[in-house]
């Protein structure tokens, strides 16, 4: 019974340590939080060997309407920016995973740099309510934009301001 008594400060100065742990919920202005998820392939992408680029994080889902509308503008937009220091990162949050996504990429002939978040884990860190939601990393991880619904990806504003971005942190 002593024992316990012992026990019980240490483990609560450990729950402590770990409740003071600042963590930064994921808006405009605040870092970017890591996550590592793998690709169809099964390459593994970690967010933070990212650093020195400028990342779109675009949560999505096959089943998606508006999901499904901008996906041609994103694919023309990760064209637009090939050859720059730019990731786009289309992470499927399909409950089929690897399978749901090949199927729609079968029928659809769309492509997509896709990573696989069946379970929403990284969606749950950050703070997704639905799909599509886009976040905007910009070179140094820090979220510049946070846009929920679909968007014109290819719009000539939107490559001008990811390329002024791209440039500011020359």
């Not at 099964?42 to 999901?67: H, Y």
């Not at 064209?79 to 499927?92: H, N």
């Not at 029928?107 to 990284?122: E, H």
Request: hydrophobic share 45%; glycine share 8%.
């Amino acid at each position: 019974m002593r024992k316990i008594f012992l026990i019980l400060p240490i483990l609560f100065l450990l729950a402590l340590t770990g409740c003071s742990k600042e963590s930064k919920p994921p808006v405009e202005g605040n870092p970017a939080p890591d996550f590592t998820l793998n690709t169809l392939n099964g390459e593994v992408v970690k967010l933070s060997d990212l650093k020195g680029q400028v990342v779109i994080v675009n949560f999505w889902a096959t089943w998606c309407p508006p999901c499904r509308e901008e996906i041609p503008s994103i694919m023309r937009l990760n064209a637009a920016m090939a050859g720059k220091p730019f990731r786009m990162l289309c992470v499927s949050i399909d409950e089929g995973g690897k399978v749901a996504v090949e199927e729609f990429f079968r029928k659809t002939g769309f492509t997509l740099p896709v990573l696989l978040d069946a379970d929403k884990r990284v969606g749950k860190l950050y703070d997704t309510t639905g799909v599509p939601e886009t976040f905007v990393i910009d070179r140094h991880g820090v979220i510049l934009k946070k846009v929920v619904g679909a968007m014109e990806w290819d719009h000539p504003e939107v490559i001008a301001f990811l390329n002024n971005v791209i440039a500011q942190a020359k």
